[in-house]
């Protein structure tokens, strides 16, 4: 990656756009930002961002490990600048003048963490109706940008209820309106640890997405650590005819073995798989032996290649006292390897990774989040494969 350099930094028109002041920008600036790939212009035309970042390679960009129509960046990311008042502030505000700037900055896709912006802003607080999924669309199509999921609607009742369907089935039009290929929900099938609870998830899961097949839209669960944790399905029962032991097999891994392949499918979140690397790596077995299984996401990936669409690509430093093992960062400034993970799980014209930073928006900094989007994008562009 290229270090940051003075210039880079606080030229005149990047922060203008970011609305931050000189000291008060350097103040931001930390030892991880300060790894990030230096900024394209602010304002310039898509595809001149996208010409510039697909320069940094000698091939014509054939050696990126992302391509250039598959760099995404989920919205929640962004989101304090989507809910921003326009009147407030010089910065961007509101769903469409958000899509002109993740435009300018080489992105292609974008995944919905919501329909929701400010109600100053065009078109108004709740654009999750089918007229307001036009208007998205509209704005999408102008910047050249694609829909390629969101974390929407999952019916938390079963059976399903009338009222529960009829709800899911009009998140499925929105959808459709807005060009998606994915629907999905960033919360785990079940929180709980029980292959009783997960066969119950699994025949939810299985009802929708056939469902959403029927509609041309894959359905997707987005995970966190917890779901990587491993399965209890044997040994004693608990006072409550509970498992209390496991085969070894993850949750996840599970919900993949009894989930329709061509109805169900997933997002790693590249994060939150790693933390679980980090907190579940031992078990107890069913004769009661503790036994060792190191979690490897890229590998849960290769040999499921089409079950994972979706990727969230986020970035942590290491930090053993943290409790994750991590603290989250800008994309591509942590320790998180990338480019091996990109090139183990291969299939670049079919995965579609997302940048996300849960921890972007700043009170204190109002630009914080469009700038590490900025920097995610740069760094997700920069992936090169050995050559």
């Known amino acids: 990656m290229t270090a940051f350099n003075d210039e880079a930094v606080t030229g005149d028109s990047l922060r203008r756009a970011l609305g ?4 008060r920008f350097l103040s931001t600036c930390t030892a991880a930002t300060a790894a ?8 310039a035309a898509p595809a001149l961002a996208q010409d510039g970042a697909e320069a940094a390679g000698h091939d014509g960009g054939r050696s990126a490990l992302v391509p250039p129509h598959k760099r995404g960046i989920i919205l929640y990311t962004v989101r304090d600048a989507v809910g921003r008042d326009p009147l407030a502030s010089d910065l961007p505000s509101g769903f469409r003048e958000v899509f002109k700037q993740l435009s300018r900055f080489g992105y292609r896709q974008v995944e919905f963490a919501g329909y929701g912006q400010h109600a100053g802003a065009p078109g108004g607080a709740d654009l999750g109706t089918v007229q307001g999924a036009k208007l998205l669309r509209s704005w999408l199509d ?4 694609r829909a390629q999921g969101s974390h929407g609607f999952i019916p938390p009742s079963w059976p399903l209820t009338p009222s529960d369907l009829d709800t899911f089935k009009r998140f499925l039009e929105i959808a459709n309106i807005l060009g998606m290929e994915h ?16 066969d119950v998830a699994a025949q939810k899961w299985n009802t929708l997405g056939a469902i959403a097949r029927r509609e041309g839209i894959k359905l997707y669960t987005h ?11 044997g040994g004693p029962l608990d006072a409550q005819g509970r498992p209390t032991r496991s085969s070894g097999i993850r949750k996840l891994e599970y919900f993949l073995k009894v989930t329709d392949r061509k109805s169900v499918y997933l997002e790693l979140d590249v994060f939150w798989a ?10 107890t077995a069913h004769d009661g032996s503790q036994r060792e299984s190191v979690f490897d996401p890229a590998g849960l990936v290769v040999r499921n290649t089409n079950r994972f669409p979706l990727f969230h690509a986020k970035d942590g430093v290491v930090n053993p006292q943290s409790g994750l093992g991590y603290d989250m960062v800008p994309f591509g400034t942590g320790d998180i390897d990338y480019r ?6 291969g299939a670049k014209n079919y995965h579609n990774p997302m940048v996300e930073q849960d921890t972007a928006p700043s009170a204190s900094v109002p630009g914080q989040s ?3 989007a900025r920097i995610g994008y740069d760094n997700l562009a920069a992936l090169r494969a050995r050559s």
Do not use: I
């Open 20 to 23: 931050v002041s000189r000291r």
């Open 36 to 43: 990030a790939v230096a900024a394209p212009v602010f304002g």
């Open 142 to 145: 102008e910047y050249g940008l």
């Open 183 to 198: 629907m999905g929900t960033g919360a785990d099938p079940t929180n709980t640890p029980y292959r009783a609870d997960w």
């Open 223 to 233: 995970n966190h650590d917890s779901a990587y944790d491993f399965l209890l399905d």
């Open 274 to 283: 790693h933390v679980a690397q980090y907190k579940f790596h031992t078990y």
């Open 340 to 345: 091996r993970f990109f090139t183990r799980v």
């Open 370 to 372: 469009l700038e590490y």
